[in-house]
């Protein structure tokens, strides 16, 4: 590896050791944000908002200031909490910074021709971000499973007498993670004195879930035109639960496609290192040539673009 590369890495390096070091803990977060509370109310300044919460992008007040001043820094922390995980951005990016550096430092290792080497660290840099991604589909998918029986539990307490936030209070009280807290948040907000509508477009904003776009999208024209919310609710939980019925049919005939291009995407390079840990630089003549390594730029743009394709062909509207 040359020197500036070593000096690159070892640059990233030290900056995430420090930024991990001065990351406070959770105990040390949960005491400042209530010192903070204390501070607000004991100064008396109540015509400040005395229920908004602080979001902090980062520990580090500088990079905390320059994340709030980007568009970025704001969805990326929504997405964080879509995926119910404890990072802040800042923390999200010194994982990338630090899977950067593992990757750069493995392939300029391996791979020590030109910029081919630093391709396995641009890739992990991507792993957290593909890690928010996959928990933040699983937790919607749970959600849309979970959406037909919290419809349910409504309607009946619609019958039973109760009034509509004491309905979701009942469903946030009897279903789990994550329709439980979400119902808990929407029941809190209309006790705080947020306005239905906004408060259901709050919920549609944490879980833009179709499923749940089509429920809110009922209750709002039912409160504006009248009628019958629980019979209403029951037929939309019939809909859902014929839609996740199709939704998991179309799962099980595009399950061959969706397998074959994972299979695609892997083999070359599974069969590469299995090559070069049977045979030792096997490969090298394909890194040292020019003609390879344009073959082996050619070959990463043409399996991105097949990717892409398999992934819209195996991607059913419904």
Known sequence: MSMI???????????ATVAFFTEPSEDDKRIRERLSGLDRYVGGDAGKDGITRQVTFSSIPSLDLFLR???FAPRLQLMIEQAKLSWTVGR???????????????????????????????????????????????????FELQLSDAIDLISRALRAGHALPSALVTVAD????????????VADELNYGLPFREALHNLVLRIPVRDLQFLISAMLVQKETGGNLAELLD???????????????????TAQGRMTGAILLALPFICFIVLNIVRPGYGDPLFENETGRKMIYGTLISMTIGFFVIRRIVKVKY
């Open 174 to 185: 009897e279903m789990s993670d994550p329709l439980g807290p979400e119902f808990r948040r």
């Open 92 to 142: 999200f990016f010194f994982f990338s910074a630090g899977m950067f550096v593992v990757g750069a430092t493995a392939g300029n290792w391996l791979i020590p021709v030109g910029l081919i080497g630093w391709i396995p660290g641009v890739v992990a840099a991507f792993l957290p971000y593909i890690w928010i991604l996959y928990k933040r589909s699983v937790r919607f998918h749970r």
């Open 235 to 253: 037929k939309t939980a019939a809909v859902l639960r014929a839609r996740i019925q199709l939704k998991q049919k179309v799962r099980v005939y």
């Open 5 to 15: 590369t070593i000096f690159l890495i070892l640059l990233v390096a030290v900056f």
């Open 69 to 71: 001043g980007s568009k």
